[in-house]
């Protein structure tokens, strides 16, 4: 026997899917006396015996999906995530969550795992440089979330059009002085994107950018909101929830009033810590769902690989 031998090996040699190989090796219902026979033959020929520990794996479903979220107190992706979950449950689909932490070793480590565990597909939540031959073999199964790869389904976010809408809604209020907290470049969305959407905002309405690109976290956004704030400065755009957070508090610290910030993510602790914050919801229950719908709909249809935008909301 190969030792390489697997579940999915047995179907292709058989002619049936997974599920019903599944269903033969544990002895359920539901398979035709015709069908059991014919994968009971392949499994004899072939000497193949389901380990122990891929049997307890897969007891409970034949049917399992990852989800690689970059981390697992990210206020947003568990927004995502919190309508993903139910959408795979309704579909008879158990949910595997792992964590990348941004780290290209860790998605290689992750998706090499799953493969090992024959799950049906996966969605991975996105960031920079991940490059495209660690993805290719999951081409058929995997929706990226977040990040756009070409020749493979993702759910992405209108990322300079949430700038634009805070923007917009700042100058109507006549602000005039309004500066900008936002993430490196090095990220291509959450960062490049959006403080390019500043950038342009500023050039188009004669406005002078002040701004700063510290990373992510609410700690850098509370570090580094004195960079920005001028004398004139009257709002402060934060392209992340976390870094208006940060922001917020080192206002509050400094007893500085009468800066209106203004802020991507809609997320509840946000708006219940500030309610005064102006936000754009950039709609990460609805990524979440449609990563789902979309996973599904790959796992089981040979459907073409779309690119899916979420419009941001002005809330």
């Known amino acids: 026997m190969s030792n390489r031998l697997t579940i999915k090996d047995i179907a292709r040699l058989s002619g049936v899917g997974k599920s019903t190989v599944s269903r033969v090796l544990n002895n359920e219902s539901g398979v035709s006396q015709a069908t059991r026979e014919k994968v009971l033959a392949i499994v004899n020929q072939k000497g193949f015996s389901p380990s122990r520990s891929a049997r307890a794996m897969r007891s ?14 990210s206020l947003s992706e568990n927004l995502a995530v919190q309508t993903m979950l139910p959408a795979f449950y309704a579909a008879g689909y158990d949910p ?75 100058y109507r209020q006549g602000h005039r002085h309004i500066s900008f907290l936002g993430v490196p470049h090095t990220d291509s969305t959450t960062g490049l994107l959006r ?33 920005v704030l001028t004398p004139q400065t009257t709002a402060l755009v934060c392209a992340t929830d976390t870094l208006a957070i940060g922001a917020s508090k080192y206002l509050q610290q400094q007893q500085r009033s009468g800066i209106q910030l203004a802020s991507v993510g809609n997320t509840p602790l946000l708006k219940f810590l500030y309610p005064e914050i102006i936000t754009v919801d950039p709609g990460y229950p609805e990524a979440g769902r449609q990563a789902a719908f979309q996973l599904i709909a790959r796992i089981n249809t040979n459907v073409a690989p779309e690119r899916i935008v979420i419009p941001s909301q002005l809330v």
Not at 60 to 73: A, C, E, F, H, M
Not at 113 to 131: E, H
Not at 139 to 146: E, F, H, I, N, W
Request: proline content about 3%.
């Open 60 to 73: 409970q479903s034949d049917k399992v999906v990852g989800v690689i979220v970059t981390r697992l107190d």
């Open 195 to 227: 403080h390019k959407s500043y950038m342009d905002f500023c050039a188009r309405h004669d406005l002078t950018p002040h701004f700063a690109l510290p990373g992510l976290t609410m700690k850098l956004g509370f570090e580094h909101a004195s960079e």
């Open 96 to 170: 595997i969550m792992m964590e990348s932490q941004f780290s290209l070793a860790l998605v290689e480590e992750h998706l090499r795992m799953l493969r090992q565990r024959n799950v049906d597909g996966v969605i991975l939540f996105g960031f920079s440089d991940i490059p495209e031959t660690l993805l290719r073999p999951w081409q058929k199964s995997l929706v990226m979330l977040a990040r756009e790869v070409e020749g493979f389904t993702s759910v992405c976010y209108d990322d300079r059009g949430a700038i634009a809408l805070l923007m917009e809604s700042l």
